[in-house]
């Protein structure tokens, strides 16, 4: 990966940047999305870059026409699941069923779907169901070391926890009751849009819970603590129009926000950076006016990908 920063008479600093994407980790600083955008020459770290810092500036993506599988690095031109060439969407214990479908999983029992030890170290784990609210209120389950970054992930603007179990199948099977009476899945056109009803999530939390069988009460979560996220949006879209690098290899925009895993520009138009997991690009991030310094981190090791 090739990484710049420089600037040009009467112009604002501008950073190149040329990684393999791979999607942004979320934070939560003051109630407020904190967003890194790791860089990878392929599969290995080169440092992140500070996303919200470049909020208000000009943004140049253009696709560089190669996509690296990100568990093997391999060369494809199609990913499946996350960034996955197929062989690895087979086989990668980061695309077992039970990530999908929590209530698969049987770690817990001794039995593997995949990898024990990935399986073991991933889903026997405490996880926490949950109520988000992105545009209408949905239930969900994660890793309770995962709490709030998959709300941001997901573009929330509050959530509250249901229940605490100590591994994932069981989190699973209480999302499974749920579904009936909750969505389990995000409209993002609305999310993006900032749309959303006007339900009271500690009220519908009272709700879910009576409607959960007695046998998952001793799971309960007692804390009705409302986590409450705001994004780095200057301005929401009227209208969402979704930007493919396959087929819009490059594009140029003010980047006026981020939320959940997408970048949003002026015109409308957004690009799921998760979704492009393993595609390479070039990006010239251009710093807004008033902002106090780069972007980029180098990375000083290897890391896990």
Known sequence: MCAAQGQHQGQNPVTHITPNLRRMRPSLLDGVAQYLLPLYDVLAPTGTCDMNVLVG??????????????????????????????????????????????????????????????????????????????????????????????????????????????????????????????????????????????????????????????VYAPFFCADDTVTRMAYPVLQYPNRVTSLKLDTTPAFTGTLTGIKGQYLLFADGHVLNVRAHAGYRVHLECELPDGALSGCLTRSSGRAST
């Open 57 to 214: 500036g000009t943004m140049v993506v253009r696709f560089a026409h190669a996509i690296h599988c990100i568990a093997s690095g391999k060369p494809i031109t199609k990913t499946f699941g996350e960034g996955l060439s197929y062989a690895a969407w087979r086989t990668s214990p980061a695309a077992v069923e039970s990530i999908v479908r929590p209530e698969l999983s049987r770690i817990h029992e001794g039995i593997a779907l995949r990898d024990a030890a990935w399986e073991d170290a991933h889903h026997n784990q405490p996880h926490s169901v949950y109520l988000s609210k992105t545009s209408a209120v949905k239930v969900g389950v994660t890793r309770t070391c995962n709490v709030p970054s998959r709300w941001i992930d997901q573009g929330a603007t509050e959530a509250i926890r249901l229940a605490e179990t100590p591994y994932r199948q069981l989190a699973g099977l209480m999302e499974v009751a749920l579904k009936g009476h909750f969505a389990d899945t995000t409209a993002w056109r609305a999310m993006l849009q900032n749309r959303s009803t006007g339900e009271d999530v500690r009220t519908r939390k009272e709700e879910a819970l009576a409607l959960l069988p007695a």
